[in-house]
């Protein structure tokens, strides 16, 4: 598709953007536009493969010193946040895309069904090249799966 990926530390970004140093980035529609990015950057392709990051982080010696219910209930609460920072999420993306329209000019784009399928194939060579690196296990981890790509692409219902 005639680009080239390459890593930047996010605060270099938007003047590579300015400058034409790079010509495109990977991010979601709300981060592009609330970040900026959309006074340069003119076109989005959809691609819909992922949501803005949201990652909760706990001490897991803390953790550990709750009783076992309190345990419980404190990971279900952090399920139905998260299941509700997903349904949030979908509308402030539809704000954002609707702001960048009006306001930045941006024009929005889908792929159709078959490029849809040309990325996907090419993804799946990368899933190839990269399953060895992926499914490495290392002697401290605790969780030792057969295929961790496998256990995710099925978690994620992905069909090669």
Known sequence: WGFNPVVMPW???PIALKQGVI???DHTPMVCYITKKF???KYFTRI????GLFIWIFNKAWFNTLPTTLQKI???VVHDVCANIRKETVVQEAWAI???KAKAGVTFFDLSEEEHNILKKEG???YKDFAADINKLYPTDTYKPKDFLKEVQDYLGYKP
Do not use: K, R
């Not at 819909?48 to 949501?51: G, I, L, V």
């Open 11 to 13: 605060p270099d970004v």
């Open 23 to 25: 010509t495109g980035l």
């Open 39 to 41: 006074e340069v950057a």
């Open 48 to 51: 819909n493969y992922a949501q």
């Open 74 to 76: 404190f990971v279900d």
């Open 98 to 100: 609707d702001e960048a």
């Open 124 to 126: 799946n060579s990368v």
